[in-house]
């Protein structure tokens, strides 16, 4: 399959705020995406999860014991039941939040990776559509998900939704996934990458980001084998060291370039 059109980023190195930024607000909430942003970030991951309802709430781990004590599944409990949590993260306080509260808080067209995380059994027909109908409309999105199943539920449902497949290793798999989806790209964790993979994925027509690296060393390391962005906790302080981009604002598009970064 063709590949779908990229996000409305400057050229690489890239760097995105992993769950926002861990520097300020609790990871997923709107406060730490818009931190991220504040930060410098290229642009920002998100991970959503459906509820017992199909609302899509921003939270990583399957249950919210981590950040609220509370050892509900999220995909059984309602939105209702979620949304009055209070969210703790060592002295950072804040509320869990919907998918489309998320994209509407940042600038317009910012670029935007939604990981959809799935645990136990859920309808992967329902929750794509579910995405479906909060992304494909929102310029800047690209879809990722370690799982295959899902992505191919997505690209049924969304032709040119830019999707991008998730590895803990760098595989053939991974990128045969990567070409049958007409994947933006491919996201892979960054311990195993060499610069073999990362130049078949290049001539594949696909730019490989690597999660998650907080370290500048191990950054310029990895943009060094022709890795194209990162994901990271710290997004700040790697977009300082590689070159600061404008910051956007609420209401403009992201297309503003950036001085190329210093190796």
Request: aromatic share 4%; with cysteine.
């Amino acid at each position: 399959m063709p590949p779908s059109a990229a996000p409305p980023l400057p050229p690489p190195p890239w760097i995105a705020g992993h769950r926002g930024t861990g520097r300020a607000g609790v990871e997923n909430s709107v406060e730490s995406l818009l931190a991220a942003v504040a930060e410098g970030a290229d642009l920002v991951e998100l991970d959503v999860q459906p509820t017992a309802e199909g609302e899509l709430a921003l939270c990583h781990d399957r249950t919210l014991e981590r950040l609220a004590g509370d050892s509900r599944a999220v995909s059984r409990a309602t939105w209702a039941e979620l949304a009055p949590l209070a969210l703790r993260a060592g002295r950072r306080r804040g509320r869990i939040a919907r998918l489309e509260e998320a994209l509407a808080a940042l600038p317009t067209g910012y670029p935007v990776v939604v990981e959809a995380k799935l645990y136990g059994h859920v309808d992967r027909s329902r929750y794509a559509e579910s995405i479906v109908a909060r992304c494909a409309g929102r310029a800047g999105v690209t879809v990722s998900s370690f799982d295959r199943e899902l992505l191919r539920a997505l690209r049924r449902g969304a032709p040119a939704l830019p999707l991008a497949p998730l590895g803990e290793r760098p595989s053939r798999a991974l990128l045969e996934l990567g070409r049958e989806l007409g994947a933006w790209a491919v996201h892979v964790g960054a311990e195993r990458l060499d610069r073999a993979f990362v130049a078949e994925a290049v001539a594949a027509g696909l730019p490989v980001l690597a999660f998650t690296v907080n370290s500048v060393r191990r950054a310029r390391a990895l943009f060094g084998l022709g890795v194209a962005g990162l994901f990271s906790d710290r997004p700040g302080r790697l977009r300082a060291a590689f070159g600061v981009r404008a910051q956007p604002t609420a209401g403009t598009p992201t297309v503003a370039a950036r001085p190329r970064a210093a190796r």
